[in-house]
């Protein structure tokens, strides 16, 4: 079982950045599909991005195309995910969730219910 820790999230203006990390830990292989979810109060969760810790194949949802990056760095024998947030919206106020599942090729899926082992959330709000 992968043990995912979150952190990175805060309060920021429309139109500013913030950088989420998930730091992982407990993962056997080197390949894994890891994505970033999100959920705000009375919506659905939904898949952000995610990509393969293999190859670094990349998926994002249309709503952050353009604005979120998605990447990881597995130096020094840690695995850490990250999501660089620009051009916030109002709309992207959530709690974020990374997420991780081993991973025997093919595209990564942006649908939670694919994925086995969760972090437990960052808050990420942005203000008008």
């Known amino acids: 079982q992968v043990h995912l820790v979150e952190s990175g999230g805060g309060s920021v203006q429309a139109g500013g950045s913030l950088r989420l990390s998930c730091a992982a830990s407990?993962?056997?292989?080197?390949?894994?599909?890891m994505g970033w979810f999100r959920q705000a109060p009375g919506k659905e969760r939904e898949g952000v991005a995610a990509?393969?810790?293999?190859?670094?194949?990349?998926?994002?949802a249309d709503s952050v195309k353009g604005r979120f990056t998605i990447s990881r760095d597995d130096a020094k024998n840690t695995l850490t995910l990250y999501l660089q947030m620009n051009s916030l919206k109002p709309d992207d106020t959530a709690t974020y969730y990374c997420?991780?599942?081993?991973?025997?090729?093919?595209?990564?899926?942006?649908?939670?219910?694919?994925?086995?082992?969760w972090g437990q959330g960052t808050q990420v709000t942005v203000s008008s």
């Open positions: 990509i393969s810790t293999d190859v670094g194949d990349t998926f994002y």
């Open positions: 997420a991780a599942q081993q991973w025997s090729g093919g595209a990564c899926s942006l649908d939670g219910r694919w994925y086995d082992d």
């Open positions: 407990g993962y056997s292989t080197n390949r894994y599909c």
